[in-house]
């Protein structure tokens, strides 16, 4: 047995706290009239005995599991609710609800300003004329899946440097693989007086650099392949590596799920350590929202959004809050 003190001036509430704290089961041991000091006020001390492990009191516990069971039941409700507003919200929006857990963009609180805080931090938007180069020409390496459209947007670059900022630009094609390819790079070419070069062999890369003079920029376009094939990727690599400098552009299209474009990335990433990024067929995606996710998560610096077949002109150098704009996500 537990022996406790409870020490009070008036005994009536001394006995009312012993109730309240240990119930019932408390069993009054002693009562002592005591002083502090010799001519002090007196006060009342209960000697208190508890059966060691008795509960306090049947009655408080029960009350009390009841209490934490409604609180805990409340707590549950609000989650599942918060779930359920969290998926209409992604749907809404098109972002995850992965993305918007970490954005703490949770829907009863200023979801949008959550969001578009977090995705500004973390996009990143670079002209390609600002990038620093040791060498010259400056030399960029169109990479990516099958038909997102490598070949129009390495045109649709070269007639913005023209126009914009008087700098001519070289095309080098290494697609001898694809039936009218070649031909395809020649027509934009031609259309805009700039020369094509074409590349047959790795060890020829570097040394074509010279038969572009004139060339401030160069577009190596490379052959679209399932990035699966990595045997294939690593052959375009081999012309890289012949390369004394380039910087290699992985080119998606805004359609793909954010799975897709992920996987996409990793195979081209082993190969190529993709840092630049260009985000292609925005025109035909329903939303963007998911290449931004991507984007923001694998901390890519994009170049540009193609958006539409027309070289020069669909062609987008937006900023983090153009894109949030698109996305429905202005202030
Ligand atoms: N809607 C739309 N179509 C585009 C865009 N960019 C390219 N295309 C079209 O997509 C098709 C393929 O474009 P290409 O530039 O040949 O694509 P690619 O990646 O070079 O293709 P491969 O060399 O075969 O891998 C063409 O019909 C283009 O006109 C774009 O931003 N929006
Ligand atoms: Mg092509």
């Known amino acids: 047995m537990e022996v406790i003190k ?4 008036d005994i009536q509430s001394a006995l009312d706290t012993v109730k309240r704290q240990y119930g019932s089961e408390a069993m009054i041991l002693e009562i002592r009239k005591k002083r502090r000091y010799v001519f002090g006020p007196s006060y009342y001390e209960l000697l208190i005995g508890i059966e060691q492990s008795a509960p306090k009191s049947g009655v408080d516990n029960l009350e009390a599991l009841e209490k934490a069971i409604r609180r805990l039941d409340a707590a549950v409700s609000a989650l ?15 972002f995850s609800k992965e993305l918007l857990i970490k954005a703490r963009a949770v829907p009863d609180e200023d979801w949008k300003r959550a969001l578009r805080q977090y995705l500004s931090g973390k996009l990143e938007f670079v002209r390609l004329e600002n990038i620093k180069f040791q060498s010259f020409p400056k030399v960029f390496v169109l990479l990516g899946p099958t038909g997102v459209g490598k070949t129009t947007t390495a045109a649709k670059l070269a007639g913005y440097l023209l126009l914009t900022k008087n700098a001519p630009s070289g095309f080098v094609t290494i697609d001898t ?15 805009m007086n700039l020369p094509v070069e074409v590349v047959r062999r790795p060890h020829q890369m570097q040394k074509v650099l010279a038969k572009l003079p004139d060339a401030h920029y160069v577009f190596v376009d490379t052959i679209g392949r399932n990035p699966r094939e990595i045997g294939k990727l690593t052959e375009i690599k081999m012309y890289l590596d012949e390369l ?9 299209n805004a359609g793909l799920k954010k799975e897709e474009m992920q996987k996409a990335f990793d195979h081209f990433n082993k190969i190529f350590h993709v840092e630049y990024f260009i985000l292609t067929k925005v025109d035909e995606a329903e939303s963007i929202s998911s290449a ?40």
């Open 6 to 9: 409870v020490k009070d001036t």
């Open 292 to 331: 931004l996710e991507f984007m923001a998560e694998n901390g890519l610096k994009t170049l540009a959004f193609a958006n539409g077949q027309n070289v020069p002109d669909d062609l987008l150098f937006p900023d983090a809050e153009n894109v949030l704009d698109m996305v429905g996500l202005s202030l």
């Open 80 to 94: 599942a609710v918060k779930e359920d507003e969290l998926d209409v919200l992604s749907k809404q929006t098109g």
């Open 244 to 252: 004394e400098e380039c910087v290699p552009v992985l080119c998606l």
């Open 177 to 191: 693989f694809r039936a009218g390819a070649v031909e395809q790079i020649k027509l934009f070419g031609k259309a």
